[in-house]
């Protein structure tokens, strides 16, 4: 089994009971934004989280081994996303990156947003014309250092 597959399993088997990356999050007391992303393939479980997930799933012995080892990360299958949602945050960084990029400069220095320490919240904020995705990304600022 690879890791490939264990993410494809966990898709299935949470289709299959009819579950919400919240319900999943809520077996291990992390945030839905960590855990879905950690069921997509993109972080390490420990031994505890990925026991209860694989008790949540039903999933075998060799797929809760899996989940506890340090994956492949990046999770896009081109350079230029395909998958419309994904596209709108590519269009949005070339539109935006730029302007983002200057201001955190300009606000903190010469650094980089971390996205190891680093921290998700998507939520849905009603509005008369039409509910929007409201998504808070919050990365530690990491100088550049001098030597």
Do not use: C, N
Not at 21 to 26: P, T
Not at 64 to 93: C, M
């Amino acid at each position: 089994m690879t890791r490939e597959e264990v993410t494809d399993l966990i898709v299935s088997k949470k289709i299959e009971k009819k579950l919400k990356w919240a319900a999943l999050a809520e077996a291990i007391g992390l945030s839905k934004e960590w855990t879905t992303a950690a069921l997509l393939g993109q972080m390490t479980l420990s031994a505890d989280q990925a026991e209860k997930l694989g008790a949540a799933l039903d999933l075998p012995s060799e797929a809760i081994t899996l989940l506890q080892t340090v994956p492949y990360k990046g999770s896009l299958p081109t350079a230029v996303p395909t998958d419309p949602l994904i596209y709108r945050f590519y269009e949005l960084i070339s539109v935006y990156g730029t302007t983002i990029k200057e201001l955190i400069h300009e606000e903190f220095g010469d650094g980089i947003m971390s996205a190891i320490d680093f921290s998700m919240d998507i939520s849905r904020e009603p509005d008369p014309k039409g509910d929007r995705v409201h998504i808070v990304l919050s990365g530690k600022f990491l100088p550049y250092k001098t030597y």
